[in-house]
Nanobody
Framework: QVQLVESGGGLVQPGGSLRLSCAPS????????MGWYRQPPGKQRELVAD???????NYGDSVKGRFTISRDNAKNTVYLQMNSLKPEDTGVYYC?????????????????WGQGTQVTVSS
């Protein structure tokens, strides 16, 4: 069984930084696109950033220049470095990944979501 495990959320003051990380557990063959979405209070889930297996990145407009997504393919881990945080960055951050994994001796592919980690930016 495959699960995405997130870490790194918390409470930070405006202007501060946080780093999120996310990795799958289970018998993983490969991860393709990985990324982060967030859901601010009372709003819909929105793209923060994603990154392909080859390193091509894509960012939501509101985080460009402040957040950096990266990955370690050997560890199947994705990171989100968040700098210059603003109160409007507050929300639950969800990791997702396109994962090819082993089910018995068979390779299967599916998209997975993490359980979410709370990021609160407040003084």
């Amino acid at each position: 069984q495959v699960q995405l495990v997130e870490s790194g959320g918390g409470l930070v003051q405006p202007g501060g930084s946080l780093r999120l990380s996310c990795a799958p557990s289970g018998r993983i063959f490969r991860t393709d696109t990985m990324g982060w979405y967030r859901q601010p209070p009372g709003k819909q889930r929105e793209l923060v950033a994603d990154i392909t297996n080859g390193g091509t990145t894509n960012y939501g407009d509101s985080v460009k220049g402040r957040f950096t997504i990266s990955r370690d393919n050997a560890k199947n881990t994705v990171y989100l470095q968040m700098n210059s945080l603003k109160p409007e960055d507050t929300g639950v951050y969800y990791c997702y990944a396109d994962i090819t994994y082993y089910s018995g001796s068979v390779r299967r592919n599916s998209d997975y979501w993490g359980q979410g980690t709370q990021v609160t930016v407040s003084s």
